[in-house]
């Protein structure tokens, strides 16, 4: 994946192109500025002819980790069902 961060102001015209150039490459907008993408050369050619300043960044999706917490192999679960009940009757 690619991030292209537009460092010039952009006319309409050129936002709107940019726009159904993103649909075409199933690209998405991050921010105001700042596109994903997996293929930037038809919006880098585009920018190019109409004179606009960007960069280009290449973006790793971070990984994240599973938050639910796993026994240990050398440990055994206790069923649920087998815990006994105090009561406070007796």
């Known amino acids: 994946m690619k991030l292209i961060y537009i460092k010039s102001t952009m006319e309409p015209k050129d936002y709107a192109a940019l726009r159904s150039l993103l649909k075409q490459?199933?690209?998405e907008k991050l921010a105001p500025y700042v596109f994903k993408l997996t293929n930037t050369e038809t919006i880098q050619e585009y920018l190019r002819k109409e004179k606009i300043t960007y960069?280009?960044?290449s973006w790793e999706e971070p990984i994240t980790k599973k938050s639910a917490k796993r026994p240990r192999e050398d440990e055994e679960e206790e069923p649920t069902s087998s815990k006994k009940r105090r009561?406070?009757?007796e």
Request: proline residues 0%; without cysteine; charged residues 55%.
């Open 25 to 27: 490459e199933q690209g």
């Open 55 to 57: 960069e280009v960044y």
């Open 87 to 89: 009561r406070d009757d």
